[in-house]
């Protein structure tokens, strides 16, 4: 084989390399995880949650993995729809394996359309401080959440 086939040979295996294993920036790999977290909760779906959860996962009340699917399994089971709308309001990168991310999610029984239909909906409002590593995939370690107004969104 000629070295200027060679050459183009090797550069295209390198960027099909690239393309598989570089999803973006961290930033984008994280906002691809809380879009499907969204998703999956609003699907309900606890074993697909259940994943995005480190194995040392605990939060603000010391439950672990295995209490919060408990805890979220009786959600699910007392409201019957979900929808979320998310803002995040910042990503931070702690190391090249670390970040913490602050949010904020409005959730309620009905579709959040935008920001203008939270005032029309009963819907309830958290602030979210996440520290996320990866191993892999980017998984939550770490969650704390107290109730915040409307007004976090305007």
Same mark, same amino acid.
């Given at each position: 084989?000629?070295?200027?086939?060679?050459?183009?040979?090797?550069?295209?295996?390198?960027?099909?390399?690239?393309?598989?294993?570089?999803?973006?920036?961290?930033?984008?790999?994280?906002?691809?995880?809380?879009?499907?977290?969204?998703?999956?909760?609003?699907?309900?779906?606890?074993?697909?949650?259940?994943?995005?959860?480190?194995?040392?996962?605990?939060?603000?009340?010391?439950?672990?993995?295995?209490?919060?699917?408990?805890?979220?399994?009786a959600y699910f089971f007392?409201?019957?729809?979900?929808? !979320?709308?998310? &803002?995040?309001?910042?990503? /931070?990168?702690?190391?090249?394996? +670390?970040?913490?991310?602050? @949010?904020?999610? %409005?959730?309620?029984?009905?579709?959040?359309?935008?920001?203008?239909?939270?005032?029309? !909906?009963?819907? &309830?409002?958290?602030?979210? /401080?996440?520290?996320?590593?990866? +191993?892999?995939?980017?998984? @939550?370690?770490? %969650?704390?959440?107290?109730?915040?107004?409307?007004?976090?969104?305007?």
């Open positions: 084989m000629k070295p200027f086939y060679r050459t183009i040979l090797i550069t295209l295996l390198l960027l099909l390399v690239q393309a598989c294993s570089d999803d973006g920036s961290p930033e984008d790999q994280i906002r691809h995880l809380i879009d499907s977290a969204v998703q999956t909760a609003e699907d309900r779906s606890l074993d697909d949650l259940n994943d995005l959860l480190h194995d040392d996962f605990i939060d603000q009340y010391g439950n672990n993995r295995r209490q919060l699917a408990r805890l979220l399994r007392r409201h019957k729809s979900l929808h !979320l709308f998310v &803002r995040t309001d910042s990503i /931070e990168m702690l190391s090249a394996n +670390q970040a913490s991310v602050s @949010l904020h999610v %409005a959730m309620a029984g009905t579709v959040i359309s935008d920001v203008s239909a939270l005032t029309s !909906l009963s819907a &309830r409002i958290y602030r979210f /401080e996440l520290q996320l590593v990866k +191993q892999g995939d980017w998984l @939550l370690r770490h %969650a704390s959440w107290e109730p915040a107004s409307i007004g976090v969104f305007e």
